[in-house]
């Protein structure tokens, strides 16, 4: 709204006398001469006073005006100025009074040497009506102008002349109605202000008129009722707002008037809370959520373009709360009931052909009651207690659903018959009491090769007494003997699977002690003498005596 900047500047230029030229840059700032845009080398003594002129370093004339001395670095900027552009059009000119302060009417011209703006000035600062043009010298603003605010009427033009805006200042702030047109003349919005912002009624048109939004606003807060609507009249958006400013209900709406978001308020068991719902355009539901206003608690719902649920959690004090459900990668899906950021209560998860995986019940994090699993490979049926410890009967499948393991548990320890299979074949049987093996038992031996299962007797976990251990083919490959502590004693035989005898060791106590005979294809190879784990003798195959 002022040209002050260039009367600033020369009022600091520091040179006495021109003996040599003063450069200047864009800024009107002392430069060096290789850095300058112009030239001050020019002061001219006349009977109105001393004439200052600034010249483009190609020479053609930039600014001219009166200064009260030739001393610039003491002068004042007095008098009629002129400022040009370099085609020698006059770009601004005014006048400023014995104090350098502008004064009277500031006028700045486009190049085509049409007014550009023009503005009255008292005491340096604008005062009046403040006028703007456009190149063409149609009228482009008219603003009411007090000691440099806007005080007063306010209108802006289209170049066409058509008005575009009309408000009114007050000390520099929008106060009361503002109204906006298209370049056709057609209003397209009326608001309204107070200390500059936005208060009381405010309204959008379409071009052709018709209502586009209409709200109210309370010092630049929406307050009450606020709607938008499609230009062919449909409702697009309906919020309620409450005197704070707080959003209460917001609605959207395709073009067609189905639901595009509801948020609104509700009551919830946690207290008062906020739903809210998006819908595809075809009015589906895709997501829910719903809040307490508190935070404490928050329920999340996601559904696939058929309405079918596939996601749903849910909070309480920022811990896993309520029922879950969630889509596997396979399309199928798990679901679950939790209680204080553990699960509580019904689990289940499901594959996508339908195939349950797993499912039984949690509490407090601990599975309890009966309890199914299917690994692929594996099955399992599985009873717990309240405490999570196995209890009952567990069955152990395979993929054929054929029967692999079968235990029993008391509280965590097994107790009861346990047996085992293998393609069909039992390959364990026998019985635990209190987590410990009693009776009479057939096991697997996972060290043996070639030796399908081991039939003796356990006493308080320890396998004692005589036991024999048989192939597939139900032959005897072995013969031991065990101490009451579970140790090899007494005579110990090996067969081949062919019937033939391979070794026989004498042990004591878990050692060896005794004779060891090897044989190979049923003859006599070896002997050694033991004594307590010691050899004390061995004799070579020519060394034995039939």
């Known amino acids: 709204m002022k040209q002050t900047l260039l009367s600033l500047t020369l009022l600091l230029l520091s040179s006495a006398a021109f003996a040599e030229s003063i450069w200047l840059n864009e800024e009107m700032q002392p430069v ?228 595009e978001r509801i948020k609104e308020p509700v009551d919830s068991e946690y207290g008062p809370a906020t739903l809210t719902e998006e819908y595809n355009d075809a009015g589906q539901l895709r997501r829910r959520t719903t809040q307490s206003d508190d935070n404490r608690w928050y329920l999340r719902e996601r559904y696939d373009v058929d309405g079918e649920l596939v996601e749903r959690s849910e909070t309480l004090d920022r811990r896993r709360h309520g029922r879950s459900f969630n889509m596997r990668w396979d399309d199928g899906y798990t679901e679950a009931e939790s209680f204080e950021g553990q699960y509580h209560g019904d689990y289940k998860e499901v594959d996508g052909e339908g195939n349950v995986l797993a499912s039984g019940a949690y509490k407090h994090g601990t599975r309890v009651g009966e309890w199914y699993q299917n690994l692929g490979y594996r099955q399992f049926y599985e009873f717990y207690d309240d405490d999570g410890k196995l209890h009952g009967e567990r069955r152990e499948l395979d993929e054929d659903d054929q029967l692999v393991r079968l235990e029993h548990y008391r509280h965590g320890e097994l107790h009861g018959e346990v047996r085992g299979y293998e393609n069909g074949e039992l390959t364990t049987q026998g019985e635990y009491i209190e987590g410990q093996r009693y009776g009479p038992w057939r096991i697997r031996d996972s060290y043996s090769h070639n030796t399908a299962f081991m039939e003796g007797k356990f006493a308080s976990g320890a396998q004692v007494g005589t036991w024999r251990s048989y192939s597939e083919q139900g032959y005897l490959l072995g013969i031991s003997q065990y101490d009451d502590e579970g140790q090899y004693h007494g005579r110990q035989i090996q067969f081949e699977e062919n019937g033939a005898l391979q070794a026989v060791t004498d042990y004591k106590h878990g050692v060896r002690h005794g004779e060891e005979h090897y044989y190979f294809q049923g003859t006599l190879s070896s002997v050694r003498i033991y004594q307590d784990g010691d050899v004390t003798e061995e004799r070579a195959p020519e060394d034995l005596i039939d």
């Open 32 to 259: 060096a001469e290789a850095e300058a845009t112009f030239v001050l080398d020019e002061i001219i003594e006349t009977d109105e006073g001393y004439l200052m002129r600034v010249n483009f370093l190609s020479g053609e004339l930039r600014f001219e005006s009166f200064i009260d001395q030739p001393e610039v670095s003491d002068s004042t900027l007095t008098g009629d100025y002129r400022l040009y552009f370099r085609s020698g059009q006059v770009l601004q000119e005014g006048t400023r009074d014995e104090q350098g302060l502008h004064q009277g009417t500031v006028v700045t011209y486009h190049e085509n040497g049409n007014v550009h703006w023009e503005a009255p000035y008292r005491d340096d600062q604008v005062h009046g009506l403040y006028v703007t043009y456009y190149e063409d010298g149609q009228l482009l603003r008219e603003q009411h102008v007090e000691h440099n605010e806007r005080h007063g009427p306010y209108k802006s033009y289209y170049p066409s002349g058509q008005q575009r805006l009309q408000n009114h200042y007050v000390n520099g702030s929008k106060e009361g109605e503002e109204k906006r047109w298209n370049d056709e003349g057609v209003l397209v919005a009326r608001r309204h202000y107070k200390d500059g912002r936005l208060h009381g009624l405010s309204e959008q048109y379409f071009e052709d008129g018709q209502i586009k939004s209409r709200g109210e606003y309370d010092m630049r807060s929406q307050v009450g009722e606020h709607k938008s609507w499609y230009a062919n009249g449909t409702l697009q958006s309906h919020q309620v707002f409450d005197e704070e400013g707080n959003e209460q209900i917001a609605r959207t709406y395709y073009e067609d008037g189905s639901k």
